[in-house]
Nanobody, 121 residues
Framework: VRLVESGGGLVQAGGSLRLSCAASGFTFSSYYMSWVRQAPGKGPEWVSFINPDGDSTRYADSVEGRFTISRDNANNTLHLQMNSLISEDTAVYYC???????????????WGQGTQVTVSS
């Protein structure tokens, strides 16, 4: 099983980034997918969720209206479009897979290695 994130980097405040997560080794289209981030010195923060069919999404209040989660089941890929970035968005972003909707760290089945997003003000 592998989840490999990409697309992170350094961006100025107000800018945009698109993260991707390539999945392999499990039936991607059957899993709920989430993005979770961890800022320096802080605990993990759930960011967004999408159901297996891709027709239901949820967002943390802190990113609502700025971030958009999507998935491509044909290519086993998860995305996170991040717009209007602010310094508080600086964190390592992880994709995570679960067999049901959850925001609980221990209930995710699979995790990626993370990709760093740094927003300069």
């Amino acid at each position: 099983v592998r989840l490999v994130e990409s697309g992170g980097g350094l961006v100025q405040a107000g800018g945009s980034l698109r993260l991707s997560c390539a999945a392999s080794g499990f039936t991607f289209s059957s899993y709920y997918m989430s993005w979770v981030r961890q800022a320096p010195g802080k605990g993990p923060e759930w960011v967004s969720f999408i159901n297996p069919d891709g027709d239901s999404t949820r967002y943390a209040d802190s990113v609502e209206g700025r971030f958009t989660i999507s998935r491509d089941n044909a290519n086993n890929t998860l995305h996170l479009q991040m717009n209007s970035l602010i310094s508080e968005d600086t964190a390592v972003y992880y994709c995570a897979a679960s067999r049901f909707y959850t925001r609980t760290r221990d209930e995710y089945d699979y995790w990626g290695q993370g990709t760093q997003v740094t927003v300069s003000s």
